[in-house]
């Protein structure tokens, strides 16, 4: 698959339209979204997480291949999408009005559990987008954003949030550690131990357990993870329910 200068790429998958200009979609990265592979396994436990009425926040919304999926979802009642790089941000917005979904926000910002305004961040942008973050690292990076930084726990607040999306590439430790999730059942969560560790894995699992959350192996594969909050769910299921 090669990529046009100035046009980049423009594929289809699970019925998502999406159109990944030249400026966030390098050759090496072309393979994944056009082999069907690319985010596959979050779309899927996603999904199976959803419920009726869920009013949903997705943390890192990358081309707004999983930000469309559940905007289209007939059991989302609202959902608010961030992406910290703003490339993506607005690739993400637009992959919303190529399929038709109006409902849905995208905002170019960084969360964290309390922030004061005008608060900003840095942001680490690199060739290949899903490789870009907020830590430096050994990747080398083409240059350094600074990105607006607004308040977590006050939208968890002020939107009741019952299901939240994250897949921040390391930052989901630090970041649900101070998260307050009085009002949220579901969290699925994409795990990065290529850069913090699986230290940083374990600290994430106890954070969760610490919060009142369990994982869910029922709705979990590799890297991308689901919990529960205990008061939401069962002692026992019968097997294949989720």
Known sequence: MSIEPGRGLAFELSGVQIQ??????????????????????????????????????????GLGFVTTLIARDERVASLVAFEADPR?????????????????????A??????????????????????????????????????PVMPLNTLLRDRAIT????????????????????????????????????????NLFDTMRRKGFAYDPRCSEGTVVLFRQLDHCEDRRPYGAV
């Open 20 to 61: 990944a200009p030249s400026d966030v979609i390098t050759p090496a990265m072309a393979e994944a979204p056009t082999s069907g592979s690319y985010e596959v396994e979050e779309a899927r436990i996603v999904s199976l997480s959803l419920k009726q009425h869920d009013r949903v926040l997705e943390i890192g919304s």
């Open 163 to 202: 299901c939240i999306v994250c897949d921040i590439e390391g930052g989901e430790v630090e970041l649900l550690k101070g998260a307050d999730l009085g009002c949220v059942d579901r969290v699925v969560v994409e795990l990065h131990d290529h850069i913090t560790g699986l230290s940083g894995a374990a």
């Open 88 to 108: 993506l941000a607005k690739r993400a917005a637009s992959t919303l009005a190529l399929n038709g979904c109006t409902g849905a926000e995208v905002i170019n």
């Open 110 to 147: 960084v969360l964290a559990p309390e922030a004061s305004t005008g608060d900003t961040a840095e942001f680490y942008q690199r060739p290949d987008f899903w490789m870009s973050s907020m830590f430096e690292t050994d990747v080398p990076y083409e240059k350094v954003v600074a990105v």
